[in-house]
């Protein structure tokens, strides 16, 4: 069942510790590294009646995110939620996210016009937990409200269900009973030409490394889809290719040879989505890399691109996607191998 009124996983204070009058969360500092608010969110002049206007005029639903520092399941959402590349294609497509902070001072225009503040405003509309994510309709009314952190997959049917207006006809609850999350490995996929070593400091082959994360639809649908086919792991062969997850403190030891962990090494390549494809060269520079869900054409392309050594004479990949493509059509050998069409057509439709 969803947890949209109550989450048990959230940065809170049992209820019983504020009046019924004034009810206030508390804010709890944990001992972990910060995070920062995503860049692609609104910059907004705080004043959220206009925001919502735009964001109508727009086709889209206002979202505002109440946070606050210190908080462990605001930064999960962010860094696990918010970099898979299905979830930040539906929220640049259909909704405009302006941030408050819960104990923030700054002057907001409430969305009925009112000047007030950030912590008023959370104190107004109750917000218990962080994050709490409420979405709001044309006429400034709360359609859907997320208290603390949910899955990726929950946050997908989240944000189907709002984008597609079906609490006009629907409650949440009944839209859930016919829209269950899909299941996401709780740990990462397996292939048999990923190494399990952590050493990308090694001579003498290209380079491969997969980030990626756990609970991650996305990085499911790529193994599923792509990384199991023959035609794409031959193409991982002449790679060493390491998987990496992106948020571990697994020490590993960069193409450069410094020792690392995974989740530096991420923050240094400034890794974005998950899951991100890089390739290397053999002499240990990056080369080219893929951050968005590719299909097994592109995905054999690329591969082959760096390890024969063809960005060597062409160095723009798109150009070469369109020679290896006259070059397959030209000796019919088009259709001749499954690709991700054949084994997860859904992807097409």
């Known amino acids: 069942m969803f947890r949209f009124i109550l989450i048990a996983l959230t940065c809170l204070i049992p ?70 590349q299905s979830i930040r294609q539906m929220f640049d497509a259909h909704f405009d996210v302006v941030a408050l902070n819960i104990w923030g001072d700054r002057e907001v225009y409430g969305l009925d016009g009112e000047e007030t503040t950030e912590k008023e405003i959370a104190r107004s509309l109750n917000v218990q937990f962080t994050p709490t994510i409420i979405f709001f309709n044309a006429e400034g009314q709360p359609v859907l409200r997320l208290n603390g952190h949910v899955s990726p997959p929950e946050m997908q049917v989240a944000l189907d269900y709002v984008q597609t207006k079906t609490y006009e006809s629907q409650t949440i609850f009944e839209y859930l009973a016919a829209n269950q999350p899909q299941a996401v490995n709780t740990q990462l996929n397996s292939q048999p030409f990923i190494d399990n070593g952590t050493n990308l400091n090694t001579a003498g082959q290209p380079k491969a490394i997969l980030f990626e994360q756990t609970n991650c639809p996305d990085c499911d649908t790529f193994h599923r889809c792509v990384l199991s086919l023959d035609s794409v792991r031959d193409r991982f062969k002449p790679f060493q290719t390491l998987q990496l997850d992106m948020w571990s403190s697994t020490p590993v030891i960069a193409p450069s040879g410094q020792t690392t962990t995974a989740r530096d090494l991420a923050r240094e390549m400034n890794i974005i989505y998950a899951p991100s494809l890089v390739l290397f060269d053999s002499n240990g520079s990056e080369m080219i890399r893929v951050e968005s869900q590719l299909r097994s054409f592109h995905t054999e392309a690329v591969l082959e691109y760096i390890a024969d050594g063809i960005y060597q004479r062409e160095p723009n990949f798109q150009r070469y996607i369109e020679e290896r493509g006259d070059i397959i059509r030209a000796k019919g050998e088009q259709g001749k191998t499954t690709s991700t069409r054949d084994i997860c057509p859904e992807l097409y439709e």
Request: with cysteine.
């Open 15 to 84: 209820l019983s510790a504020h009046t019924a009058e004034t009810p206030e969360p508390v804010q709890q500092e944990t001992n972990f590294d910060s995070f920062e608010l995503p860049e692609w969110f609104k910059v907004s002049f705080l004043d959220l009646s206009e925001d919502n206007l735009e964001a109508t005029e727009d086709n889209k639903h206002l979202v505002v995110f109440f946070w606050q520092e210190f908080c462990a399941y605001c930064k999960n959402t962010i860094e696990k939620n918010l970099t898979q």
